[in-house]
């Protein structure tokens, strides 16, 4: 299982996070949940207790971003499919090689497939599929957007609308709902109370079949909540099985800098709140909230 903030049973695993890259990612979608989590510690008091590790699979063994930045890959996608189970995060950036990834079929396509796949046999243990910028189109292609809401870059709304109809067309299945957000999280790890439509915290998704309108909306969910904190975390493990993806928690941002936003949100649910407070006091920025889906916002 992966930590949860309030895990008091003995120690807490560090959060393992795999990025998914691609020719021609996006610098700062990358650098930027990359500084964000490295940061994150247990104890602010003690370096040692850091929160995540950090991997890096790729197509090749040297991966180079649009802006010309050169990452190492830790492994490549054959590696990483087989290693997959021991990955509790992986983060797909956006960038113009996002286009290729589309247009060609290429990883990390068949990867996050396979992640989804493996929390829908196992929804015991908490897995968190995160896109940053136009990265939530590669989720988009595959079907791991029907039934939820998203987000993107704003240049891409229209574009992710696109895809997302085209894959619910495909599958027959429940269409998206894309959202003008900085960042949009579902199938959160929160208990909602024995009333859920009186929390003020929550977006309420409904659905009304095909004659639902395809509207784009601006959500109009209280931000900023630290309602988490009177929570107990209790969840049900049939519950989660029912929900989309075996109920795997899926976020999707906005632009480039809504990665520091949502990783961040990570931190929050994965560490502590305090801790993403302090990471974002030690950064000097702003934290700007999105809103959870049918829970609790942090």
């Known amino acids: 299982m992966s930590a949860i903030a309030d895990n008091t049973d003995g120690p807490v695993e560090v959060v393992k996070v795999l990025f998914a890259l691609f020719p021609q990612y996006n610098t700062l979608d990358v650098a930027g949940p990359l500084e964000v989590l490295n940061r994150s510690l247990h104890d602010a008091k003690d370096k040692a207790t850091k929160g995540f590790e950090t991997q890096f699979a790729g197509t090749a063994a040297a991966m180079t971003s649009v802006q010309g930045l050169t990452i190492k890959a830790d492994m490549d996608y054959e590696d990483a499919n087989d290693e997959l189970e021991d990955f509790d995060v992986i983060i797909v950036p956006g960038g113009e090689g996002v286009f290729d990834v589309l247009k060609n079929k290429s990883e990390p396509l068949g990867l996050l497939t396979k992640f989804v796949e493996l929390q829908e046999k196992n929804p015991a243990k908490e897995r968190t599929l ?35 109809q085209e894959a619910a067309s495909r599958d027959l299945s429940m269409r998206t709902d894309v959202m003008e957000e900085r960042y949009v999280v579902n199938n959160a790890r929160f208990d909602l109370g024995e009333n859920p439509d009186d929390n003020p915290y929550i977006v309420k998704k409904t659905r009304e079949g095909a004659n639902m309108q395809h509207a784009r909306r601006k959500s109009i969910a209280r931000k900023g909540s630290n309602a988490w904190r009177e929570s107990r975390r209790r969840e049900s493990i049939a519950r989660r099985a029912s929900m989309p993806l075996g109920g795997m928690r899926v976020i999707t941002t906005g632009g480039v800098t809504a990665s520091l936003d949502a990783a961040l949100y990570l931190v929050g649910s994965l560490v502590s709140h305090e801790s993403a407070l302090e990471v974002a006091r030690a950064m000097q920025y702003s934290w700007v909230k999105g809103v959870t889906v049918d829970a609790i916002d942090v």
Do not use: M, N, V, W
Not at 139 to 150: M, W
């Open 130 to 164: 995160l896109a940053i910028d136009t990265g939530s189109l590669i989720l988009a292609q595959q079907g791991l957007l029907e039934g939820l809401a998203a987000t993107t870059h704003p240049d891409y709304y229209t574009r992710l609308e696109t895809i997302c």
